[in-house]
């Protein structure tokens, strides 16, 4: 048997020139590898809320301990220490929820009265979709010391775009009716927003109600408080 002949100097570095080369071209294979390849399992099976199919028997069982600060019928309290729930659109409703669950809003009661903290996505979906489908017509009185009139200009310059003309809301801004609601809850959120408390239309670096005075922002909510939900003209 001829014996091996001994590796000389340039015979390793061949060798381990090779080995650079391969190590190289799985590094190169795994930066590019399609981006969902390495992606949480569990972003694989998240599901859009809005596309689960509620149970409203479910969510009714469940409104019950709603009921206990928003009212049998969704009306909130007449002061708005509780909002008006009923009829809220589900997008809306679910948004609120979750922010609620997560900590992004902070009210203790609305986790331990409201059961948020131990409910589940379908659970959320189940109660959405049964105040979503709450019939409730109020009038609501507005600030005394707001002026409707000068609220009309105000409020077209700057909310009806996202709230809508009638502030009946918009679902592709994924805004709120306005229209109904006590407007000394809308008031507080507002001073919640400006505190940035709250995030108003989801932009960190919205400023808009620091753009107006007192007396405005009660012209607007005089407005609001005017509107008839079966109001079709908008003279």
């Not at 149970?55 to 009921?67: H, I, K, P, T």
């Not at 589900?90 to 203790?108: E, H, I, M, P, S």
């Not at 709120?176 to 709250?198: A, D, N, W």
């Amino acid at each position: 048997m001829a014996p091996k002949r001994p590796r000389t100097p340039s015979t390793f570095a061949s060798t381990f020139y090779t080995l650079r080369l391969i190590t190289l071209s799985l590094l190169l294979a795994v930066l590019f590898m399609a981006p969902g390849v390495f992606a949480d399992d569990d972003e694989d099976d998240e599901v859009d809320l809005l596309d689960m199919q509620p149970d409203r028997e479910a969510g009714a069982v469940m409104y019950r301990q709603c009921a206990l600060c928003h009212g049998k019928h969704g009306q909130g309290i007449l002061g708005g220490k509780y909002p008006r729930i009923a009829g809220l659109p589900d997008y809306y409703l679910l948004n609120a929820l979750k922010d609620y669950q997560t900590g992004v809003r902070g009210y203790d009661a609305m986790l331990v009265v409201g059961a948020l903290k131990t409910a589940e996505d379908q659970d959320l979906v189940n109660l959405a979709a049964y105040v979503s489908d709450m019939e409730l017509d109020i009038d609501v009185p507005g600030p005394e010391a707001g002026s409707a009139r000068s609220g009309r200009r105000l409020y077209r310059y700057d909310c009806k775009t996202c709230h809508g003309r009638k502030a009946e809301g918009k679902t592709r801004k994924e805004s709120p009716p306005l229209r109904s609601q006590y407007h000394e809850y809308l008031l507080r959120q507002i001073e919640l927003f400006k505190s940035k408390e709250r995030i108003h239309a989801d932009d960190p670096e919205d400023e808009t109600f620091k753009a107006y005075e007192d007396q405005e922002l009660l012209d607007i909510l005089a407005w609001i408080a005017s509107l008839d939900d079966k109001e079709e003209d908008d003279d």
